[in-house]
């Protein structure tokens, strides 16, 4: 059992001392000094033993600290010289004992053992914390310093809609969710809804990140996911041609979309002259980092690293690498966007590109939709294309119209009764957006039957898309 001093006197005294012993556990002993026969409880717990006199009287306070060995004492007092004055004859009797003081006068004293409580900054912080958009620290927990925040997910945030699996967290960790008034059960497959309320712990400045970034709406992407744009070549595999191209394309890409920085990684390499000429196109670009792998580390080594080293939130691949079974799990388990090279260049880009399949999947990447529209200046065109008219993509429509108001941006609505290739197949100059799906690395040996329009759109070499990383069910 810790014996716990504690001194009180004025109006918030009555209030304390009725909160100390509503959370009594009984396993420490507190003494109370007090000046004022109106704040004693009704009933006194059998660990609570209360003196009547002047806590500044050097003889009489010397008293009880003779008598006990005390671990804590807090300090709550009308008068800013009673404060200091009981302080000093506490630290003259019993040196380097915790002591814990309300303070509404910036008390500065030269002792190491004082921990402040700051009336006024707590009431500051307590009334700006209701104002919108605003983060929430927890003020009296752990370090006090601002390493648990609390922050609610805004509708239209890129968090909104992720799997908590997915979202990259370093040097800070999501450990609670509130949700209809419920605590959640934090597990990677639960997926952040817009009014969901997280209790994030982490580093101070981190979290503030974090705060900004889960709160604004536009210009995040590739956020949450990472912070760079990562280009993985294999001379091995690739052709010269399409090396060249992926570059230049992935130049304009990176220049246009906010993300910090291009990272080139080259692997197997196998020509001088090619190498040479890479080096000649990112000579001049900023925020580019190029490096090679001379020792045939594998793709799976590489970008597992690579990942975490480079904060990775795009993975560009083109076409000669995603042939590969052996990347299928691989990329499935790095949960980062792909950007997957297609034929058409970047340069006459005109619109963001989705073909409605499954609605569940397309309203989890919704808020990315528009982010990336913005980002590339460019409007989102939406193809509900449905051949036998059955399809009920009312849902998902209207998400979208509600998100497009929010984000200011306009969109093309295209609603037919066509094949869905086909009518996919009359758009040029576009990028779509897909969501990442396990199936879409399968042999497909006969694509007539299959009518799964995600799979077969995968399948085409002549767009650029974007598949963004889904959990299949929307899980609570």
């Known amino acids: 059992m810790k014996n716990v001093l504690i001194i009180l006197d004025g109006k918030i005294a009555t209030k304390l001392i009725e909160k100390v012993i509503s959370l009594n556990s009984n396993y420490n002993h507190y003494d ?40 804590d004492v807090l300090i709550l007092l009308n008068s800013k010289d009673e404060t200091i004055a009981t302080i000093d004859n506490i630290n003259t009797l019993q040196q380097n004992i915790n002591i814990t003081v309300y303070d509404q006068w ?26 919108p958009n605003i983060p929430v620290f927890a003020q009296n927990i752990g370090l006090r310093q601002g390493e648990i925040m609390e922050i609610k997910i805004p509708f239209g945030s890129n968090f909104a809609y992720r799997y908590i699996g997915s979202i990259t967290q370093k040097d800070w960790r999501i450990v609670a969710l509130y949700r209809d008034n419920k605590l959640l059960y934090i597990k990677p497959s639960l997926v952040l809804k817009p009014n969901d309320t997280i209790i994030a712990i982490g580093k101070p400045d981190v979290l503030i990140q974090v705060y900004n970034t889960i709160s604004k ?31 230049d394309d992935i130049k304009i890409l990176h220049k246009r979309m906010d993300n910090k920085k291009l990272i080139v990684k080259i692997t197997r390499p196998s020509s001088v002259d090619l190498i040479n000429l890479i080096k000649e196109k990112l000579e001049k670009f900023q925020n580019t ?14 970008l597992t690293t690579d990942k975490i080293r480079y904060d990775i939130g795009v993975l560009i691949l083109t076409k000669s690498l995603l042939r590969s079974k052996r990347v299928t799990k691989l990329l499935l388990d790095l949960k980062v966007p792909i950007f997957k090279k297609g034929d058409e260049s970047i340069i006459t880009l005109k619109n963001s590109l989705i073909l409605i399949n499954d609605s569940l999947l397309y309203e989890q990447i919704s808020p990315i939709l528009f982010d990336i529209s913005n980002q590339l200046k ?36 295209v609603q037919e009764r066509a094949n869905p290739i086909k009518r996919l197949n009359k758009e040029k100059d576009i990028l779509q957006i897909l969501p990442l799906k396990e199936d879409m690395f399968e042999k497909r040996s006969v694509s007539f039957f299959n009518t799964n329009s995600d799979l077969l759109s995968f399948d085409s070499n002549r767009l650029n898309q974007i598949l963004i990383p889904v959990i299949d069910e929307l899980k609570i």
């Open 32 to 71: 109370v000094v007090y000046m004022d026969d109106n704040i004693l409880p009704k009933t006194t717990p059998f660990n609570f033993l209360f003196y009547k006199f002047d806590p500044t009287s050097y003889s009489k306070l010397s008293f009880l600290l003779n008598k006990e060995l005390y671990q």
């Open 106 to 131: 910036d008390i500065t004293l030269d002792y190491d053992n004082i921990k402040y409580y700051k009336a006024f900054d707590v009431l500051v912080n307590g009334l700006v914390e209701h104002l």
């Open 217 to 247: 709406l536009k210009k995040q992407f590739p956020m949450p996911f990472g912070s760079n744009m990562y280009l993985y070549i294999d001379m091995y595999l690739q052709e010269e041609k399409e090396i060249l191209n992926t570059i």
């Open 289 to 302: 980092i190029l490096e090679f792998d001379y020792h045939n580390m594998g793709m799976q080594t590489i």
């Open 378 to 413: 460019i409007k989102l065109k939406i193809l509900d294309i449905d051949p036998m008219g059955d399809k009920d993509n009312t849902r998902v429509l209207s998400h979208l119209n509600n998100l497009s108001k929010i984000f200011n941006q306009d969109i093309i609505v």
